[in-house]
């Protein structure tokens, strides 16, 4: 149980153009995902909270505007690379909050989307 | 703002070595989770500790939490060519994030 499904794994877009990852929850409801962007060989950085049904909260130093979150059902948040430059190339990484008995909240990870913008 | 320093960096052993990766934070965390990631996949959760003192063990990785929930330890007895990954410990804090540790990047040599 507790998978979550990110899409697409690998996407390759020109500079200027946007691109859409998604991300569901396939076998429970999250009210709260999270967008992690990570660099070779380092941990993840958070960039938003995304809250269904409400605005997406963002880190200090990630623009709202290039990184569009929608969070409009407890199964799926999509982020938009909105006009993407080469130094947005980087690895995506998603995550959905549940929660877990005895143990606080559980936060399962997608299999991560590498971005390529050329 | 809730840190978790995470040490060492990197480590390159010989299979059947010992290991302890640290994770110490001046912050109370209501959990720990340790982590596992190969390139090009999501993390995969290993384990989450939510008591002071609590030790938590899978086959032949220790996780202990430190007794004021301040830190957490990972020990691997007798590492194995199939541990080599990134490890990264997260805390659970008071708010709705995880606190991510820098990372450890562990290479086990045959």
């Known amino acids: 149980g507790a998978v979550v499904s990110q899409h697409p794994s690998r996407v390759i877009c020109k500079s200027g153009t946007s691109v859409k990852i998604e991300c569901r929850s396939l076998?429970?409801?999250?009210?709260?995902m999270f967008w992690y962007r990570q660099f070779p060989k380092q941990s993840l950085m958070l960039m938003a909270t995304?809250?269904?049904?409400?605005?997406?909260?963002?880190e200090q130093g990630v623009e709202k505007d290039k990184f569009l979150i929608n969070h409009a059902s407890l199964t799926l948040s999509t982020l938009t690379v909105t006009s993407a430059h080469p130094e947005d190339s980087s690895f995506y990484i998603c995550?959905?909050?549940?929660?877990?008995?005895?143990?606080?909240?559980?936060?399962?990870f997608g299999s991560g989307t590498r971005l390529t913008v050329v | 703002t809730q840190l978790l320093e995470q040490s060492p960096q990197f480590l390159s052993i010989q299979e059947g070595e010992n290991l302890t990766v640290y994770c110490n934070s001046s912050?109370?965390?209501?959990?720990l989770q340790w982590y596992r990631q190969e390139p090009g996949e999501g993390p995969v959760l290993l384990v989450t500790?939510?008591?002071?003192?609590e030790v938590k063990k899978l086959k032949r990785l220790t996780f202990q939490f430190g007794d004021a929930r301040k830190d957490s330890s990972l020990h691997i007895t007798a590492a194995q060519p199939g541990d080599t990954g990134l490890y990264l410990c997260?805390?659970?804090?008071?708010?709705?994030?995880?606190?991510f540790g820098a990372g450890t990047i562990l290479r086990v040599k045959s």
């Open positions: 995550s959905a909050r549940r929660p877990n008995p005895g143990q606080g909240y559980g936060y399962t």
């Open positions: 500790v939510v008591t002071g003192g």
């Open positions: 995304s809250n269904e049904g409400s605005k997406a909260t963002y």
């Open positions: 997260a805390g659970g804090g008071y708010g709705n994030k995880l606190v």
């Open positions: 076998d429970f409801q999250a009210t709260t």
């Open positions: 912050s109370v965390f209501s959990s």
